[in-house]
């Protein structure tokens, strides 16, 4: 059965630095989000992304994240100068239709990112 | 004011009881999703309803749209059943998320 697969399980990095998390979706899929739970907080919305653009994004999804879809497959989050409160289990998902009344998501296993 | 509340937040049960976890939101919604987060952390979604009763095995849905409450059930729990249980909300390309319902089934 294809599953959404997320690298690294797990990043350890040093408070300004530069962090790119990256997620291979479902290959028919064409809608994809990420998320973001802070240890022992509930998961919150970062960003959907369609057709190469951001549909939606959350009041956390600030200048300092960016999204891509590089090459048709991977589906990248980058934050450019990582914070401690930037340490969260980061969830990457994707669904076939967009508005999620129609959309079941798929999530992959999640990176844990841990800002020091 | 939260959006989506969930109750209880911890739920600890025998084997075989049956379970009823409660979710209540203040949005106005197209579809209200339940989704499952195992120990590891990793997230499945169980259902995605926008009206009436959905069934999977041993789990029901429900949602009353009019009272904005949902209900997640779980027949004849087993120890496998143990996991976080999250309500969420389905507004445009987002999803609102409640902070979960931890249950624990005792053999």
């Known amino acids: 059965e294809p599953e959404v697969t997320q690298t690294p399980s797990h990043q350890v990095t040093q408070m300004g630095q530069e962090v790119i998390l990256r997620c291979v979706p479902i290959?028919?899929?064409?809608?994809f989000y990420w998320y973001r739970q802070i240890l022992g907080q509930k998961v919150e919305f970062l960003v959907s992304f369609y057709n190469n653009e951001i549909s939606e994004k959350s009041e956390i999804f600030d200048d300092q994240f960016s999204v891509e879809r590089p090459d048709g497959s991977n589906f990248t989050l980058k934050i450019r100068s990582t914070k401690l409160e930037d340490s969260a289990m980061y969830f990457c998902?994707?669904?076939?239709?967009?508005?999620?009344?129609?959309?079941?998501?798929?999530f992959g296993p999640g990176t844990r990112l841990t800002v020091l | 004011k939260n959006e989506v509340e969930q109750s209880p937040q911890n739920l600890t049960a025998q084997e075989g009881e049956f379970i009823t976890i409660n979710c209540s939101y203040s949005?106005?919604?197209?579809?209200l999703h339940w989704l499952q987060q195992h120990p590891g952390g990793g997230i499945v979604s169980l259902f995605m309803?926008?009206?009436?009763?959905k069934k999977h095995g041993r789990l029901i849905a429900t949602i009353n749209i009019q009272e904005k409450h949902s209900s997640l059930h779980i027949t004849a729990s087993h120890p496998r059943d143990s996991a976080v249980y999250i309500c969420?909300?389905?507004?445009?390309?987002?999803?609102?998320w409640g902070a979960g319902t931890k249950l624990i089934i005792k053999p």
């Open positions: 969420a909300v389905g507004s445009n390309y987002q999803l609102i």
């Open positions: 949005v106005g919604i197209s579809a």
């Open positions: 309803l926008s009206s009436g009763k």
């Open positions: 998902a994707g669904g076939l239709a967009g508005r999620v009344q129609y959309n079941e998501q798929f």
């Open positions: 290959s028919n899929h064409l809608y």
